[in-house]
């Protein structure tokens, strides 16, 4: 099995025949259908119990139809919404089919596998019925603090055992009613329960706000037109993408990346993917991978998936809120047994690392031919930080994580901002102030790098320096991937700061820790984290020179950075 | 002593309003806005409108301006520094890392109000409960002082990291800069928000010191000009947390206005709400470029405590009006996937819809509204008479490229403007829990009562109300502001009965803040003192804003049990779930209201006589779904048990009013439309 490839396809096609239906009916659809989903988002947000959700955003809420085919998500955690259309297949698989679903049931569903994530991102997953029809499901995927896997944060699993509880797909509710059972063991196998207590409430009562607006919107149609509207929105927004794909000339282009290790054994594991042009599709070719990893570093196909539905709908999607049809163009082929396609039970904790990449990589490879349509690399991850321990005067225990801000890279369009990372690019993270009064730490700084940025025509954006002070006792679980592969420049720009993070112990000695496990950090003890910047775009002497002065003066860039990168410049 | 002048400053028009006790007499008018100097266009309305004696009677001034919110559209204000805690000064730049495009791969947030050559680190530092970590380094302002004065600085904001928790550094960090010889206006974090996350607060506080001395300025102008004509009363501005405030707060706090804008439309929502008995209503406020909803309870516009202003955030109190771009100037184009979409791009005053004859060539939702007969024959009051050609054309320009008549296309485009409120009506009521059946909808604006019956049609709503002067409706809910202040403070407390004496102390504190801010001058009056308080479940950050109406002068009289059932139940309301775990306080809230002498509660509403040249149109009836007989009637001749198909006009607006619409009146001058099916 491992020698054959396997063909994707990211969107699914009509399930009827063209009807006839008004454009002005298929607008307003469309738009309340967004409207839908972001009310499901607001109810999450406004009730959830742990900042991951409710201030990073690290989750995804849409809206399927019957079809599991994206209607509309709200605006939350790009990676994560391409996978939703997996988590619910498996998790109406979990209780055994359709024919076993009622109104008011409620599904919880984590397989690794299932749904491209760790085992901490769960999914809630609620159909929907109309007259006793099975309509449509509501879907949020959110991220536990903590699932009872061997840390709360790992680096270092060599299986899906060691991540965290499985919930293969049980009723969570049962026509209404709260399973009890099944709660309590969610509630048991967590190290933070009063937070996943709050976050499953909270997921509830998202996942019902959607399937509220939506009977709202059904029964305003009538079921007939709302199909028939469905397909036109569809078709719809096949077309922008397809538009966009056309005026990109047939052709395959290739780009590689790498990952720092696999978490386990030395090493780096580069990778090549091809993005291949064909008419007016796209075929994403992930099947030159390096085998499946003995660390978490794999990625289950449903990610993969979604690295290529948000890298190309980001890209040819107008900027416009996606739906099935903006993923019927493209297509992905990965090989079984592979880094972008594992066979369960190879540990996967790690699966959005290797995702993030390969959407920048795609990038890199069209922009080998259109540097034009693409930015140069992001610092290239988002550098998270888990952290835990007990608290010294109550004995509770917290737990607290999040992700941080890279340079983004330049593009023809201009320098480069400083935000988090493109597959998170609606997530925040939270503001000194509120982390002080949670956690017991003291942040020292929070400043953007000097000369971090890459260098060219359009500079990168610069990246960021944390610095953590423990006032007690903890923990912390590292992830900063491309501490290797410096953010590259694209069109004769050239290379940014990559990432890094050290522990400093005791005032002086600084170790290096950019993906570690269970890092114990005495009080007083201090984490730096080094988040990168972005790559340069065009050639550094095209430089307009009043720029790169205001730079210096702006303490952006130091006067050797400019003697170096542009020796025309005079200071 | 309650005649009273209301000037809002609008983007286009600046409007007029006055009410003399003595007749009880209203008269409205409109300018055009003068942006360079806004106060002209002020004077010349007041002047041609009042003679001197007139003037000389009134008691207030209550004054809507957008002079702040320009400030910071066009980035002209103060050269402002800023002094920071060491290790924090590109906050501001980082902020929270999120775009605001979330599908724009090559989006920039806006350059930050404070260049990074002018954003000083202070050797200082707090912890997050207010204690003193490492001392302000004096020595470090000095030197700073000096850099700020050598750079030309004008204006310095000073915002330490936990300053919401502890005020001294900022305090002794002012004086420094003062004893060492700087002249310019000074902000200080913790005297702008008492609440935490620092991107937030320190934003705030450059945005007041960026805009400190414009707005001064022009409130010093303004004040000396009417007095110069002869306007002996109190000068008043509207916040953009509801109510107004002094001219001379205003220029102390200027941050306080920046959102003010639609909040005059709110508060005359709220007046008028409290005089039908306090009836729950959401707003359409439909304009030329946007529309503008608010949910009205109990009388009150809702209160947000954190907003966003071209792009950057403003941590204080703002009444909670959203907006989309959807007004009568959007243009209708057609998107990538080919569907037909109405705004956020808007023709503006220029060149307007295309039936303007202003040079306009694409379709606006007032061309739509037009060529389907709903503005009647056209004849504005103005005197200009639309062109029916212009807008087919500019109809047909789009609706053409998918196969569409204008008829269709001028249906649609208002079809999906009206939806699109629908949509946002209905994200505003349901995050509150509130079920917008159970509303009333207010209508007003140029185009709200135009619009009124599609929206309420798509939200199920039963009765619109289409308030006096409805094209002016912004301006009378001036009048009706009352003054305004409010204070708080972040301090996060397990709710016990012990956390209740702490939450009273801070009360006592925050009060004695307000009193000490300005002398409230009008002593007939009464002060009313208001509470509230941010509480969540522990663990949770979103808080519900829970009013404390039981307390005595200020201090709270309930316990904490009664308390956290109080919140149970409002949060069950809210999100339809119920918790039991730890309650805990986020925030404590003071505000400080005194009431103006109340308007006389019958208003004699002046509706200016409209010439119609024919009685009928053949307009399309969206309920009928073809084309029917609709009478052209003014407004001043509408009486109850008159019934749709209907164009009622009045100078300022025109209110469409299909046949399944039964009108009344109610004595207030409100038009009440019902939906005979109900």
Known sequence: MSSELHHYKCGVDRKSNKAEVDPITTQIVRNSLNSAAEQMKRALCRTAMSPVIYDVLDFAGAIYDNHMRLLAQAPSLPLFMGTLNFCIEEAVKGVGGESKLNEGDIIIYNSPYGTGSHPQDAALVMPVFFDGELIAYTAIKAHWLDIAGKEPYSTDTVDVFQEGTVYPGVKLYNKGELVEDIYKMCIANTRVPNSVAGDINAQAIGVRAGERALKKIVAKYGLKKFRDTTEAIFDAGEMIVRNYLKKIPNGEYVGSGQMDSNGVEEGTVPFDLKVIIEDEKVILDMSNAPPQQNGPINCPLPSTVSTARVSMSMLAGSNEPPNEGFFRPIEVITKPGTLFHPISPAPCFLY????????????????????????ASSGGCINGIVWWGIREETGEPWADGAPHPVGQGASHFGDGATCLHHAE???????????????????????????????????????????????????????????????????????ALPNNCFLMEDGKTNREVPKATRVPIKKGNKILLQCGGGGGYGDPKERDHSKIIDDVKQGYLSKEYVNKYYPDVKL | MSSRIGVDIGGTFTDFIVYDENDNKVIIDKIPTTPADPEKAVIEVVKRNLNKEQLSNIDFFLHGTTVGLNALLERKGSKVGLLCTKGFRDIIEIRRGDRDEMYNLFWQPPPPLVPRYLRLEIEERLFANGKVHTNLNINDVKESCKHFIDEGVNSVAIAFMNAYSNKEHELLAKKTLIENGFKGEISLSSLVSGEYREYERTTTTIIDAFVKARMSNYLDTLKNSLNDIGFKGSFLLTRSGSGSMTF???????????????????????????????????????????????????????????????????QSPWVDVRSIGAGGGSIAYLDDGGLLRSGPQSAGAVPGPACYERGGKQPTTTDAAFYLGMLGEGKLASGLQLNKKLAEDALNSVGSKINLSAFDTAKGILKISSANMADAIREITIEQGIDPRELKLLAFGGAGP???????????????????????????????????????????????????????????????????????????????????????WMGQEHTITLKIDDHSDGKINLDSETLKQNFMKEYEKTFGSKLDTVVEVVSTRASIRVNLPRKSESGKIEEDNIEISSSTISCFSFNADKNLEFKIIPRNEIKSGMSGPMIILESTAVTYVDENYNINTDGLGNLILNNKEN
């Open chain 1, 352 to 375: 959005g690392w290797p995702a993030l990449q390969a959407i920048e990589v795609f990038y890199r490879a069209l922009g080998t031919k259109f540097p034009e349509n693409v930015p």
């Open chain 1, 425 to 495: 690019s609606a997530t925040r993270f939270a503001p000194a102030e509120v982390w002080e009064n949670r956690n017991p730490w003291l942040i020292n700084k929070v400043e953007l790098i000097q000369d971090s940025c890459g260098a060219g025509k359009n500079r990168g954006g610069l990246g960021v320096n944390f610095e953590f002070e423990m006032l007690e006792d903890s923990f912390a679980t590292t992830v900063c991937e491309r501490s290797k592969l410096p953010p590259w420049g694209l069109n004769g720009g050239l290379e």
């Open chain 2, 248 to 314: 001379d707060e205003a220029s102390e706090r200027p941050f306080e206005t920046i959102m003010s804008g639609p909040v005059a439309g709110a508060e005359g929502a709220g007046e008028l709400s409290r005089k039908l008995k306090n009836t729950n209503m959401v707003t359409a406020d439909v304009g030329g470029t946007s529309f503008d909803t608010c949910l009205i309870l109990d009388g009150r516009p809702q209160i947000q405590f954190e907003g966003k202003i071209v792009g950057l955030p403003l």
């Open chain 2, 450 to 536: 135009l619009m009124s019956n599609l929206i309420a049609e798509e939200l199920e709503i039963k009765e619109i109300i289409i308030p006096p002067y409805s094209g002016n409706f912004s301006a009378w809910g001036l009048l009706g502001a009352d003054l305004l202040q409010m204070n708080a403070k972040t301090k996060i407390l397990r709710l016990s009965d012990d956390a209740l004496t702490e939450c009273n102390t801070i009360l006592e504190n925050l009060f004695k803040e307000l009193e000490e801010r300005q002398k409230i001058d009008f002593t007939a009056n009464e002060k009313i003192k208001e509470v509230a308080l941010d509480m969540r």
